[in-house]
């Protein structure tokens, strides 16, 4: 897969601009705060739908504009396409995939895949269960859209169920009623995300194994394993009756710590990834190098399931990352490079010499 070209107006600090990428490694080079990563939050959005700086759209917008396009050309394994992405304040997205006109934003993830590794996923270890989630969701959901879709519907639910919650000690008789419907309902859609998300990690794990192996030249074994809220063995989350009866459970034994809560305390967006090194807590026991060998490893391990999956590898955005890594793990990194389009931003060159260099300033682009 290749991002052949892509057209922004009005976006961040881009009046205008349209910038070609090569095959290979693309080098934006510039100081902070001219728009290298104006530039790859634009290509990552119109992969995954949403930005990975703010969930407020109308920061996106050029201040004194009144919409911003992102018009990005792609290839895939197939066939070249475009996607194109309208924004306006107030208003609902205006989404083209070909010239065709779809509802949801979220209908077209997946057909663009890239990969971002960006200096906050360098935490991605010693954060909390958030950032782990998130790192399983942004993968998956651009590998079946059947999995975005019960995730989304899954959080309309568990919204639902925490308005209950919140107001159940003033209207229990409502609370009382509707309660173990929308637990089943939760239930059922936990059950389905927890088994992509196993199924995920067991491919993923071999690979960051490698990843890992070769970085490090170390003998120390990672391993990746979901830590469900549930409880069950990773092969339990194969049968859907279990798991989603182990999760209906949980969510129908508990409402009184929940009503105090005001939120549901049980769930996949409680779950964990838990990443060991020989058995121990890396979160816990890892030094920072190994931290950030096992964070990068991760990364490039998505992109390795990715193309096993798709039979292409996704385009990997690194956003100023060679800068936060040192002289070892750089030198991997470009190694790691070949035989795939990498758009890397970057202050410094850093020796990346084979690529196509492109400089920044103030919003704008030159070769």
Same mark, same amino acid.
């Given at each position: 897969?290749?991002?052949?070209?892509?057209?922004?107006?009005?976006?961040?600090?881009?009046?205008?601009?349209?910038?070609?990428?090569?095959?290979?490694?693309? !080098? #934006?080079?510039?100081? *902070?705060?001219?728009? &290298?990563?104006?530039?790859?939050?634009?290509? $990552? /959005?119109?992969?995954?739908?949403?930005?990975?700086?703010?969930?407020?759209?109308?920061?996106?917008?050029?201040?004194?504009?009144?919409?911003?396009?992102?018009?990005?050309?792609?290839?895939?394994?197939?066939?070249?396409?475009?996607?194109?992405?309208?924004?306006?304040?107030?208003?609902?997205?205006?989404?083209?995939?070909?010239?065709?006109?779809?509802?949801?934003?979220?209908?077209?993830?997946?057909?663009?895949?890239?990969?971002?590794?960006?200096?906050?996923?360098?935490?991605?270890?010693?954060?909390?269960?958030?950032?782990?989630?998130?790192?399983?969701?942004?993968?998956?959901?651009?590998?079946?859209?059947?999995?975005?879709?019960?995730?989304?519907?899954?959080?309309? !639910? #568990?919204?639902?169920? *925490?308005?209950?919650? &919140?107001?159940?000690?003033?209207?229990?008789? $409502? /609370?009382?009623?509707?309660?173990?419907?929308?637990?089943?309902?939760?239930?059922?859609?936990?059950?389905?995300?927890?088994?992509?998300?196993?199924?995920?990690?067991?491919?993923?794990?071999?690979?960051?194994?490698?990843?890992?192996?070769?970085?490090?030249?170390?003998?120390?074994?990672?391993?990746?394993?979901?830590?469900?809220?549930?409880?069950?063995?990773?092969?339990?989350?194969?049968?859907?009756?279990?798991?989603?009866?182990?999760?209906?459970?949980?969510?129908?034994?508990?409402?009184?710590?929940?009503?105090?809560?005001?939120?549901?305390?049980?769930?996949?967006?409680?779950?964990?990834?838990?990443?060991?090194?020989?058995?121990?807590?890396?979160?816990?026991?890892?030094?920072?190098?190994?931290?950030?060998?096992?964070?990068?490893?991760?990364?490039?391990?998505?992109?390795?399931?990715?193309?096993?999956?798709?039979?292409?590898?996704?385009?990997?955005?690194?956003?100023?990352?060679?800068?936060?890594?040192?002289?070892?793990?750089?030198?991997?990194?470009?190694?790691?490079?070949?035989?795939?389009?990498?758009?890397?931003?970057?202050?410094?060159?850093?020796?990346?010499?084979?690529?196509?260099?492109?400089?920044?300033?103030?919003?704008?682009?030159?070769?």
């Amino acid at each position: 897969m290749e991002c052949k070209k892509i057209s922004i107006r009005d976006f961040r600090n881009i009046e205008n601009a349209e910038i070609a990428f090569e095959s290979g490694v693309n !080098i #934006l080079v510039g100081n *902070n705060a001219q728009g &290298k990563t104006n530039l790859l939050e634009a290509i $990552s /959005f119109t992969a995954l739908g949403k930005s990975f700086r703010t969930s407020h759209e109308e920061e996106m917008i050029r201040f004194g504009a009144e919409s911003c396009e992102i018009s990005l050309d792609f290839k895939d394994s197939v066939r070249e396409q475009n996607i194109t992405v309208r924004m306006m304040p107030g208003r609902r997205r205006h989404v083209e995939q070909n010239g065709v006109k779809v509802s949801r934003l979220s209908e077209i993830v997946g057909a663009f895949r890239t990969v971002l590794f960006c200096p906050e996923h360098l935490s991605l270890i010693k954060e909390g269960p958030a950032e782990r989630r998130n790192f399983l969701d942004v993968a998956i959901s651009q590998l079946y859209p059947v999995y975005l879709k019960s995730l989304q519907k899954y959080n309309q !639910i #568990l919204k639902q169920r *925490n308005q209950l919650l &919140k107001h159940a000690e003033e209207d229990r008789r $409502s /609370f009382d009623e509707t309660i173990e419907f929308w637990s089943r309902q939760m239930a059922r859609e936990a059950a389905l995300i927890a088994r992509y998300r196993v199924r995920y990690l067991k491919r993923a794990a071999e690979k960051i194994k490698i990843c890992f192996s070769e970085m490090t030249d170390s003998k120390e074994i990672p391993e990746a394993v979901y830590a469900g809220s549930s409880h069950g063995e990773p092969d339990s989350y194969e049968d859907m009756d279990y798991t989603e009866n182990a999760y209906y459970q949980l969510l129908m034994s508990h409402h009184d710590r929940e009503i105090g809560a005001g939120s549901s305390l049980w769930g996949i967006h409680k779950d964990d990834v838990e990443i060991l090194i020989n058995g121990k807590s890396a979160r816990a026991f890892a030094s920072q190098g190994q931290q950030r060998s096992l964070a990068l490893a991760m990364k490039l391990a998505e992109g390795e399931v990715c193309a096993d999956i798709c039979g292409e590898k996704p385009v990997f955005l690194f956003d100023d990352v060679f800068s936060e890594l040192d002289a070892s793990r750089r030198a991997y990194l470009a190694e790691k490079m070949t035989n795939r389009q990498v758009i890397i931003t970057t202050c410094e060159p850093f020796g990346l010499t084979n690529g196509k260099i492109i400089k920044v300033e103030n919003g704008s682009y030159q070769i």
